[in-house]
């Protein structure tokens, strides 16, 4: 755990490398699908965003505005029509271990323990590691979510909360260089969400990772990031505005909240997804 924090306190401190390209851009991205007839249907047009090594990143916006389309071509799993993504100067065309996703549905293996589904990840991506060392990065990631006590146990004999700390801990195992998270809170109560959200800020003061992350919760957003992605309608979404969010951190949810910049930045962000880009009612 020490050479975790180790590793992840020099990492956040050493420069960048390449000062003349920011680490992750989304450059002049459009995405149409075709469709029947010769038809197409664009669900992202001219999308660009810049993001900083170690930034956590929120992405809101309503249903079918491509904030997962988005995602998916920062994971690899979908290429660009039109522009590029880029990390760290090259192209993403495919999956990789530098990027890894934690999804809503937790998308664990039902027939193996807490322990085997983390170990999976890691052996997949550190083959030739030593059982002994991979068993370690296992049991590190594990003790990271507070999840040691249940590693033998299955997803089916675990809580939503705690498989959605597995699929955290499994993620952070393979030391990605960009964490992307759709929506992961949005099927846990709200004590739970709370709890996570905690957890999963902590994590990251440690790790310092780079966190792209889709919510439909300003609230959440305003807690976690440092800035805040509003994307309007689709089709043919783009981003609308970029919010910067200055809370200091580490970060006290009842402090901020009784601050007058936190209301004014929620009404701000109320205002964008339900006035200047409101669902339209039939």
Not at 34 to 54: A, F, R
Not at 181 to 188: H, K, M, N, Y
Not at 262 to 275: E, I, P, Q, S, V
Request: aromatic share 8%; proline share 6%; with cysteine.
């Amino acid at each position: 755990m020490q050479a975790l924090m180790t590793t992840a306190i020099q990492t956040s401190q050493r420069p960048e490398v390449n000062q003349q390209e920011p680490f992750l851009v989304v450059d002049n991205v459009s995405k149409i699908y075709p469709l029947p007839k010769g038809e197409s249907y664009t669900v992202l047009e001219n999308v660009n965003l810049t993001i900083q090594q170690g930034e956590f990143i929120c992405v809101i916006g309503h249903s079918g505005c491509g904030k997962t389309t988005l995602l998916n071509m920062v994971s690899g799993f979908s290429k660009p029509t039109h522009g590029e993504v880029r990390l760290q100067g090259k192209t993403i065309a495919s999956p990789g271990p530098d990027r890894m996703v934690v999804f809503q549905g937790y998308a664990l293996l039902p027939w193996l323990s807490v322990f085997d589904n983390v170990y999976l990840a890691v052996n997949a991506v550190y083959p030739d590691k030593s059982h002994a060392e991979k068993s370690q990065i296992v049991k590190e990631h594990l003790a990271m979510v507070g999840l040691t006590e249940a590693a033998e146990k299955n997803p089916t004999q675990i809580s939503g909360g705690m498989k959605q700390r597995v699929a955290i801990a499994r993620a952070l195992s393979i030391r990605p260089e960009v964490l992307i998270l759709d929506e992961p809170f949005g099927a846990l109560d709200a004590i739970t969400k709370e709890e996570l959200q905690e957890e999963l800020l902590k994590i990251w003061n440690n790790s310092r990772c780079t966190v792209l992350m889709i919510t439909h919760d300003i609230d959440e957003a305003l807690f976690l990031a440092d800035k805040l992605v509003m994307m309007t309608n689709g089709p043919a979404a783009n981003i609308g505005e970029v919010m910067e969010i200055p809370f200091q951190r580490p970060r006290d949810r009842s402090r901020i909240m009784e601050t007058p910049e936190y209301y004014k930045l929620r009404n701000h962000a109320l205002d964008f997804l339900y006035n200047r880009f409101a669902h339209d009612v039939d």
